[in-house]
């Protein structure tokens, strides 16, 4: 069944909006049209989560509550889920919820701006988590910036909230909400309004059918990108395919060989996956935006839009990662290595897209990834390196090294990895594979880092990678 | 019964409940009239360049614009400088990236938004200024240098065993309020404007406006309930969106809002002073400074600004809580083609400190002693040594308790032992500590803006009380304070006192909420109305019941005079069918100061708040990145009206303050073009860059000696200063490197970058 409105639930209600404009942000839609102003804009770009409001999904007959970016999230994308605001967290009695509770008991709230973000961003955990312990509760507020309480009020309401019950009115009415989104569930969206185009088909074989007929078409998965042409650029994007809808693509397969990931799994997924076969992609996954945006970002994604500061491809630049290309026909599989042209520029061709990333799976290789940036949360990292690297008795017999923010796209170090292959780990060889660092990179200077500290700390993660493997343990602050 | 007591006390927010459940309304939150209008800016896309022509042909045919406004519409002035001229709303001349040349007023937001991108606008480049060393070398000042002197500083300085000479430079910080510059405009009859702004001071933004529409001041109303956070940013800065609103709403004679997109919200509006500094000390052996000489330079960008008192304020701190006999400071105000910096927590006075702060530790460095020491030597004293360079005498002089307990309680001495051996043993990761004094003067130097007012209503039906004041609530927690107090003086339950949104036509001519001093001359202001309105009350009581003693007590909801007490609402109600007034105006203006600009002496402050905190960070060698592991903050509150209000600012303004010196880096391109305007780009403290042992106290014997209400100090600013031990603490790790035998050279703010080259600096000295 296709269909020109979208549904979803709202305060135990189907909302149906007819035609909604496929560029207006879910933000917009709740300030203007729902009229419920306590969303509030803190930048329109996802990168202070004062806009955060939490979707309930279907999940094996469970509800999935995430938090978004409301912000960045083009309000067709609402399609078949459960909208919940900071207004809706109110019992029908007019009791706060104890995450609400909390935040006033502890002080959490100073000029009130970014609470609302705050008290979505909480709700998500205590709906997630059993327990909130002090790392939970940071990378469930990482995305959420505050300005006024240098944050210890807020993690001591969140830390509160171990002594609650975790029952409260969304669990009391769990079963009504279930029913109400089955009977949402399952529809493809096709809208078109005057000028603009928006596509969710829900299986692959319906994506093929689109685009056979729209071949200047802009992948949509969380938006982390797109919709900054639409919020900062004013730019109209006139034709979308929303690829998280299809259902068919979001899963994680291993076969001992490789681990595939479907195009429109969510990073916050592979975050937990990945940790028991690569630890340091998942220590990177968690710096990786925040869970705001990990709840909606793809890996597919991250490769497709070829961010030179992509935080994923270094590691997966390095790990040999391979992307599986599907076009109409049929699919092809494509070495991420020769994926990237130039700045933002990739091998996907118009008709094609991203249907799965396949990570091999080495049983004796050392993997360790580091990202260096101004903060700790939520930023862009000035250098992002990874190492893949095979030793046997302090010799290294494969090697492959990646970084990103060192070049205009991510880029393996292929004359680094020259000096290192075959060689023994010692201060001799660490400072020639240094050295052809200068060869593989000539970094740029922005506004994050300049050249010369690029370059730096390029050849000083080399350093720090071959001293862990060494030593066997962490010599650094950060990984 | 145990009497109700509202002050002291800890207390939630008075919109806390209305803050978590997004029920308390900013100024885009309030429900729009039919027909309400949306604008946006169009800036200039140079630092410096004769607008020769602007084509609007296109702005005004995009979709949904009702109307486009330029200088042409301005009828009276054309500038929103609070002291100075300098800042037009619409320029013929750019004078830097960001300034706006034009407006639109469109059906939606997002189509003003795009509607002023389509304009066309011919330049004629001009070199544009961008650094303060270009400044200063092509003597571009927006206002005349300042020269301050006391003593004979260079004679000291040449007769001193020990001499050191240096440069030092602090960086800009964004503001970075959550909500953003924000102005909704409604036009009422008799062409009067009714202004929402998101602002610190609906005062001048009412006399801004009166101005550029050469409309007088009565018939511009200007209303603020509550602004997302200002922290100086809206104190002259929300002035231009007001004015461009109303601008718009004139023009189109229907309600229009202005809310700024967050990149043109940064781009547009100014920052914090940049500063540049060289110095020379002469000291003893014991690290006493003899005499300073300093050049202190800022960059003020486009135009005066505040610029004049945040430099005066970075003068009145240079000495933060060190005593110096003989100092001479040259100040330049540099003029650049940069957005025109403004007021920003601290206000300057920060900067100052920071300049005295490095030399300090400078000086500790080069006598290899612990800088605590240095300091310690160096502190204003009780009896004698107790007179600033300004010629105050300091009178409530705390500083070496607060110090003393702090090193105490944060087992300095021990952790600095330890902290010596780990940097010992560990090759890659090294740790530092550091301890730093605050001592902040309180008042505004202005003196003329030390005066607030109030308006106190009583219901008569329910005894419920009104307060109004010219106080913003900003998150600092004024309303909450201010109702505490007022329910605390009337012996009312905290519930039967609202504070109301701040309004021109309620309190007229109201300062700033800025120099922390708000809740200081706000709250005193409405106490004087309470006063006021009781004075009636026992003029009446005096006369129906012949009772001699007019003193009453209010309290637990009864007003007790001698031999005759009252239910509060019994009172008020037989008040009014008395035909007693229960309505008053209060004011406050602060006594006892006074400053002579032109000599730089007086008494610009009423008191001092001090604050002492130990910060204990590591530092990555490799890479230069860096974090707080520890923090111990004494702060005086005084005797604090609301605890738990008084540590929300302390912590606060600590982490804001380890932004500015840490991570927090504005960035220009040479050509003057911001390069730092989103959350993307311009990164304030997150959540793990909270220290991660923190401990915060209130100074316990904190009483303020001057007659501040309830004995309290305020907590504005000062707190953020207390930061300061973290940039020395960084530095101390980074000595460790050269085993503390050398001093590493290190600007603010300490970015991974710039701590990273800092080791290598030092590294190729060994």
């Known amino acids: 069944m296709t269909s020109n409105f979208i549904s979803f639930i709202h305060r135990d209600r189907i909302i149906e909006v007819e035609n909604p404009d496929p560029n207006e942000t879910l933000l917009n839609y709740i300030r203007t049209k729902l009229k419920k102003t306590g969303t509030k804009e803190g930048c329109a770009e996802g990168g202070c989560g004062a806009c955060t409001v939490v979707l309930g999904e279907l999940k094996n007959n469970n509800i999935n509550y995430r938090a978004i970016n409301s912000c960045i999230t083009l309000l067709p994308t609402l399609e078949g889920k459960q909208l919940i605001l900071v207004e809706d967290l109110i019992s029908k009695d007019g009791d706060l919820h104890p995450v609400q509770e909390a935040m006033v008991k502890c002080h959490g709230s100073q000029c009130g701006f970014c609470t609302p973000g705050f008290v979505m961003a909480l709700f998500s955990m205590f709906k997630k988590y059993s327990n909130f312990k002090e790392d939970v509760i940071k990378d469930s507020i990482s995305g959420n910036l505050c300005r006024c309480t240098g944050y210890k009020p807020i993690i001591k309401a969140a830390k509160s909230l171990k002594n609650q019950k975790k029952i409260d009115h969304f669990s009391k009415n769990m079963e009504n909400t279930i029913k109400l989104l089955q009977k949402i569930n399952n529809r493809s969206i096709k809208i078109y309004t005057n000028d603009k185009r928006y596509f969710a088909p829900r299986y692959v074989q319906e994506l093929k059918e689109i685009l056979k007929k729209n071949i200047n078409t802009n992948f949509l998965s969380g938006g982390t990108d797109l919709s900054l042409n639409i919020t900062k650029e004013r730019k109209d994007i006139n034709s979308i395919i929303y690829m998280n809808s299809i259902n068919e693509l979001n899963y994680i397969k291993n076969n001992n060989k490789y681990i595939e990931i479907g195009a429109s799994t969510p990073l916050i997924d592979l975050e937990y996956y990945i940790k028991k076969y690569y630890p340091d992609f998942t220590k990177i996954l968690k710096r990786y935006g925040s869970p705001q945006i990990r709840n909606v970002g793809t890996v597919a994604g991250n490769i497709a839009t070829a961010s030179p500061i992509g935080d994923c491809l270094p590691l997966l630049l390095s790990l040999n990662a391979q992307v599986v290309l599907q076009d109409l026909k049929k699919t092809y599989l494509l070495f991420l290595d020769s994926f990237f042209i130039s700045y933002r520029k990739t091998k996907i061709k118009k008709n094609q897209f991203i249907r799965s990333i396949r990570i091999p799976l080495y049983k004796k290789n050392t993997f360790k990834a580091y990202k260096v940036s101004k903060r700790f949360d939520d930023d862009i990292s000035s250098i992002c390196a990874a190492f893949n690297l095979e030793i046997v008795k302090n010799k290294i017999e494969n090697v492959r090294i990646a970084y990103g923010g060192m070049a205009a796209i991510p880029k393996r170090a292929i004359f680094c990895e020259k000096v290192l292959l075959k060689s023994l780990i010692n201060e001799e060889t660490i400072n020639k594979a240094k050295d052809a660092l200068e060869k593989d990179f000539k970094p740029i200077s922005d506004m994050r880092a300049s050249g010369l500290y690029r370059m730096e700390v390029a050849k000083n993660l080399l350093e720090k990678c071959c001293v862990e493997i060494k030593k066997k343990k962490i010599i650094g602050l950060y990984t | ?766």
């Open chain 2, 1 to 766: 019964m145990k009497k109700e007591n509202f002050i002291n006390e800890i207390r939630p927010h008075e919109s806390g409940i209305k803050h978590v459940s997004g029920k308390a309304f900013y100024i885009d939150d309030i429900p729009e009239p039919a027909g309400t209008l949306h604008g946006a800016i169009g800036w200039s896309k140079k630092a410096h360049a004769i607008i020769k022509k602007m084509n609007l042909d296109e702005v005004i045919r995009s979709a949904g614009v009702i109307a486009v406004v330029t200088s042409k519409d301005i009828k009276g002035r054309n500038d929103v400088g609070p002291v100075y001229d300098g800042d037009p709303i619409f320029p013929q001349k750019a004078e830097y990236y960001g300034q706006p040349l034009f407006a639109v007023a469109a059906k939606t937001t997002e189509l003003a938004r795009k509607a002023v991108l389509k304009a066309k606008i011919s330049y004629k480049n001009l070199k544009p200024i961008t650094t303060i060393k270009e400044a200063l070398k092509k003597k571009s000042f927006v206002l005349k240098e300042k020269i301050i002197k006391k003593g004979e500083a260079l004679k000291t300085i040449n007769n001193s065993a020990h001499r050191l000479k240096g440069k030092f430079t602090t960086g800009s910080q964004e503001h970075f309020a959550l909500e953003g510059q924000t102005a909704f405009v409604i036009p009422q009859e008799d062409n009067d404007f009714k202004v929402f702004s998101s602002t610190q001071h609906p005062g001048e933004t009412q006399q801004i406006i009166a101005k550029m529409l050469n409309q007088k001041s009565n018939t511009i109303t200007v209303e603020t309930r509550r602004i997302g956070g200002g922290f100086g940013g809206k104190e002259t800065q929300s002035f231009i969106f007001a004015s461009i609103c109303t601008l718009l709403a004139k023009k189109t004679k229907q309600p229009v809002k202005l809310k700024m997109d967050r990149d043109d919200d940064i781009i547009i509006t100014g920052k914090r002073h940049d500063f540049y500094s060289e110095y020379e000390v002469g000291f003893n052996e014991l690290g006493i400074i003899e005499g300073l000489k300093l050049k202190l330079a800022s960059r003020c960008g486009s135009s005066p600004d505040l610029s004049g008192a945040i430099n005066e304020r970075a003068l009145l701190h240079i000495d933060n809580a060190y005593y110096l006999e003989n100092i001479i400071v040259e100040n330049y105000l540099c003029k650049t083609n940069t957005a025109s910096n403004t007021a920003f927590r601290g206000f300057g006075g920060n900067q100052g400190m920071m300049v005295i702060e490095n030399i300090i530790d400078n000086i500790a460095s080069s006598l290899k002693k612990d800088p605590a020491e240095i300091r310690r030597r160096n502190f204003y004293q009780k009896k004698k040594k107790n007179i600033t360079h300004y010629n105050m005498k300091i009178e409530d002089n705390v500083i070496q308790e607060i110090f003393e307990q702090i090193l105490k309680s944060s087992n300095y001495k021990t952790r600095q032992a330890s902290i010596k051996k780990f940097n010992q043993e560990s090759k890659y990761v090294k740790k530092g500590i550091a301890v730093t004094p605050v001592k902040f003067g309180i008042s505004f130097t202005t003196w003329h803006l030390n005066q607030a007012g109030a308006l106190v209503h009583i219901y008569c039906n329910d005894g419920s009380v009104h307060v109004n004041t010219g106080a913003i609530e900003m998150g600092q927690g004024t309303y909450t304070k201010i109702a505490q107090l007022a329910a605390n003086d009337l012996g009312l339950p905290f519930g039967k006192v609202k504070v109301s949104a701040t309004r021109t036509d309620k309190v007229p001519n109201t300062s700033a909420s800025a120099a922390s001093s708000t809740t200081d001359l706000n709250g005193a202001a409405a106490l004087n109305a309470i006063s006021k309105i009781k004075t009636n009350l026992a003029a009446y009581v005096k006369r129906k019941y012949k009772i001699k003693n007019t003193e009453a007590i209010y309290e637990n909801g009864m007003v007790k005079f001698r031999g005759k007490t009252f239910k509060f609402n019994s009172l008020i109600k037989e008040a009014y069918l008395n035909r007693v007034s229960l309505s008053s105006s209060g004011f406050y203006a602060t006594p006892k100061i006074h400053f002579d600009k032109k000599s730089f002496t007086g008494r610009p402050f009423l008191y001092f708040a001090y604050g002492a905190a130990v910060s204990e960070v590591m530092i990555d060698v490799l890479t230069g990145e860096n974090k707080i592991t520890r923090a111990d903050i004494l702060h005086d509150a005084g005797k604090a009206i609301n605890p738990a209000i008084e540590l929300g600012q302390i912590e606060g303004g600590f982490v804001q303050g380890a932004g500015w010196l840490t991570m927090e880096e504005v960035n220009w391109k040479s050509n003057g073009q911001l390069t730092t305007h989103s959350p993307s780009t311009y990164k304030i403290p997150a959540v793990s860059d909270m220290p991660e042992q923190f401990n915060v106290e209130i100074f316990k014997k904190g009483k303020n000696i001057e007659n501040v209400i309830n004995k309290s100090k305020t907590t504005g600013e000062p707190p953020l200063m207390n930061a300061m031990s973290v940039f020395f603490a960084i530095k101390n790790a980074i000595a460790s490197i050269a085993n503390y035998n050398l001093n590493p050279e290190l600007n603010a703010p300490a970015t991974p970058e710039r701590i990273l080259m800092s080791i290598n600096k030092l590294k190729r000295k060994i």
